[in-house]
């Protein structure tokens, strides 16, 4: 004899009654805790989700000069935003600065968490200047020169359930 097949399969039994998907959504859930890597990959693109990460700098003050006990260093105040359904991991950041000529080179090696949805704001980035450094600075901010200008590169990697997530930004500012 036969066993009756159950025709009461639920086939989001995993999944939260309140699950949105919706991208645009006030409150994002991480839908990455749901579903599968594979699956995730099927539907988000590295680049669609590369296109929802902005590194941005910090409204108030983003750029520190100083110096301690005579070691003169520049601090970098970054706001990155995730605006996906999926919890990224800032691995490593490079930054490129621009004070007329290519004046620094700087890394920033910690991971940061960055959740879903959210904005992770006030993430330090400190380089130590060379004497030579610091006074290009300072000679290039002094200057009465309305054309000046500071170029930074900044260049983000993360990762997260779908993999490695590459995301570019340049920027273009007048002063510190």
């Known amino acids: 004899m036969a066993r009756k097949k159950s025709s009461n399969i639920q086939l989001n039994a995993n999944l939260p009654q309140d699950l949105d ?3 645009n959504a006030k409150h994002k859930m991480n839908i990455s805790r749901y579903i599968p890597s594979a699956l995730l990959r099927l539907i ?11 590194i941005d700098f910090r409204n108030n003050t983003p750029f520190y000069l100083g110096s301690s006990n005579g070691i003169p260093y520049v601090d970098i105040y970054l706001d990155v935003s995730n605006f996906n359904n999926i919890d990224m991991v800032l691995d490593r950041m490079l930054l490129d600065m621009w ?26 980035f400190r380089h130590i200047l060379t004497a030579e450094q610091a006074s290009h600075i300072q000679k290039y901010l002094d200057k009465d020169n309305m054309n000046k200008r500071i170029l930074v590169h900044v260049t983000g990697y993360f990762e997260s359930n779908i993999g490695r997530i590459t995301v570019e930004q340049n920027y273009e500012r007048s002063s510190i």
């Not at 988000?44 to 902005?54: A, D, E, N, Q, W």
Request: aromatic share 16%; glycine share 4%; net charge positive.
């Open 21 to 23: 998907l919706n991208v």
């Open 44 to 54: 988000y693109s590295p680049k669609y989700v590369s296109s929802r990460i902005t």
């Open 99 to 124: 004070f007329g000529q290519p004046t620094i080179y700087a890394a920033l090696m910690y991971r940061k968490y960055i959740p879903a949805g959210q904005k992770t704001e006030n993430v330090l």
